[in-house]
Nanobody, 123 residues
């Protein structure tokens, strides 16, 4: 499975961005998907996940109410809509896939990872 993340960029605080992650080489609607973030000097952290059918999602506390994960299985793509962005949201965002189909918060639960897309939020 190959994952290609895109949509990052520079934005001012309170702005919005939508990240996309296109999957290829596998059966996308079997996979649970997640988004993770790695900020400078910090470990990779969980942001959001979604089940294979899109019916269940989970979020890290600091992004609840601001970020929304969704997927389009017909397009083999998962999205992360980010609103009310804060400078502390700055980092490289990675999408990831795992075969269980569940919503998994632990990075160790994911088998495939995209290359990351950089989000920079200025105050």
């Amino acid at each position: 499975v190959q994952l290609q993340a895109s949509g990052g960029g520079a934005v001012q605080a309170e702005g919005s961005l939508r990240l996309s992650c296109a999957a290829s080489g596998g059966t996308f609607n079997w996979y649970g998907m997640g988004w993770f973030r790695q900020s400078l000097g910090k470990e990779r952290e969980f942001i959001a996940c979604i089940t294979q059918n899109g019916e269940s999602t989970s979020y890290e506390d600091s992004v609840k109410g601001r970020f929304a994960i969704s997927r389009d299985n017909a397009k083999n793509t998962v999205y992360l809509m980010m609103t009310s962005l804060k400078p502390e949201d700055t980092g490289v965002y990675y999408c990831a896939a795992q075969f269980s189909g569940a919503c998994v918060a632990a990075a160790s639960g994911y088998r495939w990872w995209g290359q990351g897309t950089l989000v920079t939020v200025s105050s």
